[in-house]
C-alpha cells in the first residue's frame, strides 16, 4: 500500500473533520443525479466523509472508500451523529474494487486518482468504468500543477513526491485537461471546468 495512507491518516488522526462543506458543485450534481434518476453513488476516496454525508442525507445509497483507517472511523462516526447510513470499505483504489460490474449509476472521486502514478491511474479509470453503469454519470476533481517547493523527487513526467511540507511522502499526478481527456476517452465529456481551489473538474458520462 503506497505511503499516502499513512500521511492523511495522520493528518486526520490530528484535524478530525478537515473539510465539513461538499465540493461546490455537489448541489448541482445532486440536481442532476436526482433527475437521472439515479441510486447508487460511489465515492472513490471519500476522506472524512463530507460526500458520504452530504449524498446519503440526500437520498442516495453511498458507498464511500478509502484507504485511511481514521477517514472512514471518522465517517462512520459522522454518519451516525446524522441518523445517517452507507456501506464504507477500507481499501486502497489501486486494488480491485469490491463492486459488481455496473452496480453505480454515478462515481465521484474528489481530490484523490491523482495520489498514483500515470500506470497505476489509468487501472483506477478502468476499474471506475468496470463498476459505473453506461449512460451513468462521473464527477472527478484534480489539482493543477502547482510548485513543488525546493525538495521533491520525480517519478515521471508531471509525477513527484515532495520530500518536506505537509503533503510529504504523497505521490502527485498533475494532469493536464488533455490527458484528462485521453484517460477518460471512453466517456462523452461535457465539461472541464477549474474550481476555486485551482482543481480540474471533470463531469462526464459513460459511453
Ligand atoms: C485530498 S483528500 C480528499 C478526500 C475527500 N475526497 C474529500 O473531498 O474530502 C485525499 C484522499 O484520498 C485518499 N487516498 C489517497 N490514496 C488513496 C488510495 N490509494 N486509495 C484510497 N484512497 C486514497 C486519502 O486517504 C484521502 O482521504
Not at 99 to 121: L, N, T
Not at 185 to 207: E, M, P, Q, W
Request: aromatic residues 10%; contains cysteine; negative net charge.
Amino acid at each position: 500500500m503506497s505511503q499516502s495512507t499513512n500521511a492523511w491518516d495522520e493528518f486526520y488522526k490530528q484535524r478530525g473533520r478537515v473539510v465539513t462543506e461538499p465540493h461546490e458543485d455537489m448541489p448541482d450534481i445532486v440536481r442532476l443525479l436526482k433527475d437521472r434518476g439515479a441510486s447508487t453513488v460511489l465515492d472513490l476516496g471519500s476522506g472524512t466523509g463530507r460526500h458520504v454525508v452530504y449524498l446519503a442525507g440526500s437520498g442516495f445509497s453511498v458507498f464511500g472508500l478509502d484507504n485511511s483507517p481514521e477517514g472512514i472511523h471518522i465517517t462512520r462516526q459522522w454518519l451516525a451523529d446524522a441518523g445517517l447510513d452507507a456501506h464504507l470499505q477500507l481499501q486502497s483504489m489501486t486494488e480491485k474494487l469490491p463492486y459488481e460490474d455496473a452496480f453505480f449509476d454515478a462515481v465521484i472521486s474528489v481530490q484523490v486518482i491523482h495520489h498514483a502514478d500515470r500506470a497505476a491511474i489509468r487501472e483506477v479509470v478502468q476499474e471506475i468504468t468496470r463498476v459505473l453503469k453506461r449512460g451513468r454519470f462521473l464527477f472527478v476533481t484534480v489539482p493543477k500543477l502547482r510548485n513543488q517547493g525546493t525538495r521533491f523527487k520525480k517519478l515521471e513526467a508531471n509525477t513527484f513526491i515532495p520530500l518536506d511540507g505537509p503533503e510529504r511522502g504523497l505521490t502527485h499526478h498533475y494532469f493536464t485537461p488533455a490527458e484528462l481527456r485521453e484517460v477518460f476517452n471512453g466517456y462523452d465529456i461535457v465539461d472541464i471546468h477549474l474550481d476555486t481551489v485551482n482543481h480540474y473538474c471533470l463531469s462526464a458520462f459513460k459511453r
